[in-house]
């Protein structure tokens, strides 16, 4: 399938999506949710208990690569080594204010049904703990069960970047990388599914169209819904 758009004054052009997928892998945060306010909120709170005061703008370039480099990054940069503490009481914090602070995308459950409806494994594939991935998801009242695999962060040794997670969806649903998709709003996801060699959509949540220029996704889309027009 040829598709040729622009968005943001970035040009995609002449790009092919191989329709021959099989499985359809979403990444959570900044794709179902909107989680990013939340954890950098309890992430600060959290440090500030370390005795780090950090800005919410440091952690930005460690979006979507786990809580161990989104917190562990920051606290290096302010000369403390990164200790699993820290991510414990982020993730106590987190679960206590979750459930009024979180945003669901509007139309991800409906999504996630029409995208099982329509034949493809659906799995959910995210650097987060399973602890954040439980809370969120029950804020959004998506059962586990919704997909047919699910890796999270503290399953696999090398997080994003690395295309670990992705590639362990893959073996648990017996489908070959190439026929897997992965919709992702991090560039570090869109470097993973690369790794990965499978098939990538960058959602515009997380970064701009400009930031993924030189990772050439296949496909850039406003919003997570938005996949739907082509699957």
């Given at each position: 399938m040829s598709i040729s758009l622009c968005i943001d004054g970035y040009n995609l052009n002449n790009y092919t999506l191989s329709m021959n997928?099989?499985?359809?892998?979403?990444?959570?945060?900044?794709?179902?949710?909107?989680?990013?306010?939340?954890?950098?909120?309890?992430?600060?709170?959290?440090?500030?208990?370390?005795?780090?005061?950090?800005?919410?703008?440091?952690?930005?370039?460690?979006?979507?690569m786990g809580e161990n480099a989104f917190i562990g990054g920051v606290a290096n940069k302010y000369g403390h080594p990164f200790d699993l503490a820290m991510k414990k009481r982020a993730y106590e914090i987190y679960v206590d204010i979750v459930e009024?602070?979180?945003?669901?995308?509007?139309?991800?459950?409906?999504?996630?049904?029409?995208?099982?409806?329509?034949?493809?494994?659906?799995?959910?594939?995210s650097s987060a703990d399973l602890i954040k991935v439980k809370a969120n998801l029950q804020v959004a009242s998506i059962p586990l069960n919704s997909f047919d695999a699910l890796v999270c962060g503290d399953m696999v040794k090398n997080k994003k970047p690395a295309p670990d997670i992705f590639l362990l969806v893959a073996n648990q649903v017996n489908i070959s990388p190439i026929n897997c998709l992965v919709i992702e709003d991090a560039l570090s996801g869109i470097k993973a599914a690369k790794a990965a060699n499978m098939k990538s959509v960058a959602v515009l949540t997380s970064f701009d169209a400009n930031s993924f220029a030189t990772l050439h996704p296949d496909f850039i889309v406003k919003n997570t819904i938005d996949i739907l027009e082509f699957l």
């Open positions: 997928i099989k499985a359809v892998i979403f990444d959570m945060d900044g794709v179902i949710v909107d989680s990013e306010k939340v954890i950098t909120k309890a992430c600060l709170l959290a440090l500030s208990e370390f005795g780090i005061k950090a800005l919410e703008s440091d952690f930005k370039p460690f979006t979507g009024e602070e979180l945003i669901v995308y509007e139309g991800i459950s409906h999504l996630i049904s029409e995208v099982k409806n329509k034949g493809y494994k659906v799995c959910l594939a």
